[in-house]
């Protein structure tokens, strides 16, 4: 089969969610065929394509995300919004418990995305058990938050304020409040300061959920159970990310939403927050920017 028929079996598998035994009728191949040419073709497609479409965000690509968080969502200091998705596939022979997660059998997908909707980092293939919070503390983007090898720009001031705080990711309650991460207040009887804090996290946290819904819409295979080995998985998921990023790339932006990079002088300030002594301290003081003069907004408090 040509390399263009490769690629025509590969993307209707991926975009239709048809089986491999659709692909053995349609195209005439057989079945070990089919799972040869798809999987080749996905393992291409990331190899090539992951230095343009996925790569290693700089400190002036962390500047440009934050920026973007910024304008769009009005949450400043923000790195990108994650998430954890569970894949669906069919219990894997001999594996026990590893992949079951509830009613269904899964590997997990964790991801970082940008106010574009574009997914700025993705970590693929764990047990469908472990939790969020759990997929997050062993991926790499943890170690490299850790060893302080993630170029993440300097804490800066939050806007009309003298307090610095450090730049972190926004996730849902089912991760743990750290330095980089932020997560809501819980509880149900919280002060308005609270709520309005656990608004704004929430307005910047659904872009990495709707970003996993143009993910599966896109995409149409992730709306039935992977019906192949584990890296094979692995593969279709890694791949169908690169393709969803370089989609939103070559014509998923609206250009007249372009980012409002704003421009900070050299801040030196011996005040900057210790957070790695007291993590409540920047979410506390975020909570006080959004109801402060210079961070809220006229009609948040009918939000909430």
């Not at 079951?100 to 059998?105: A, I």
């Not at 089912?174 to 709520?195: E, I």
């Not at 295979?221 to 791949?239: M, Y």
């Amino acid at each position: 089969m040509s390399t263009l028929h490769g690629w025509s079996a590969c993307r209707r598998y991926l975009a239709s969610g048809c089986s491999l035994q659709d692909l053995h009728y349609t195209f005439r191949i057989g079945r070990t065929t089919d799972v040869e040419i798809v999987r080749k073709v996905c393992q291409t497609i990331w190899d090539t394509m992951r230095d343009q479409c996925l790569p290693t965000p700089t400190d002036e690509a962390w500047s440009r995300i934050a920026a973007g968080f910024q304008d769009r969502a009005n949450f400043p200091n923000c790195l990108g919004a994650v998430d954890g998705k569970h894949i669906r596939i069919v219990k894997p022979l001999q594996s026990g418990s590893l992949y079951q997660n509830y009613k269904h059998f899964s590997i997990g997908l964790l991801a970082v995305a940008d106010a574009n909707y574009i997914f700025v980092y993705v970590d693929v293939g764990s047990y469908g058990k472990d939790s969020d919070s759990t997929l997050f503390r062993n991926s790499t983007l943890w170690n490299e938050i850790e060893s302080g090898t993630l170029n993440t720009p300097r804490p800066t001031p939050l806007p009309g304020s003298d307090v610095a705080v450090p730049y972190a990711f926004v996730g849902d309650e089912a991760f743990s409040l750290s330095t980089h991460l932020l997560c809501p207040y819980s509880g149900t009887h919280l002060t308005v300061k609270k709520r309005v804090f656990n608004y704004w996290l929430s307005w910047a946290r659904r872009y990495v959920e709707c970003t996993f819904g143009i993910l599966s819409n896109k995409w149409r295979i992730f709306h039935r159970p992977l019906d192949v080995n584990i890296e094979f998985c692995v593969d279709i998921v890694k791949c169908c990310c690169m393709l969803h990023n370089f989609v939103r790339g070559r014509d998923g932006y609206n250009f007249d939403e372009s980012f409002s990079v704003f421009v900070l002088e050299e801040f030196v300030n011996d005040n900057i927050m210790p957070v790695h002594r007291h993590r409540n301290r920047y979410r506390n003081a975020l909570a006080n920017y959004f109801t402060s003069e210079a961070g809220q907004v006229p009609w948040q408090l009918g939000s909430i």
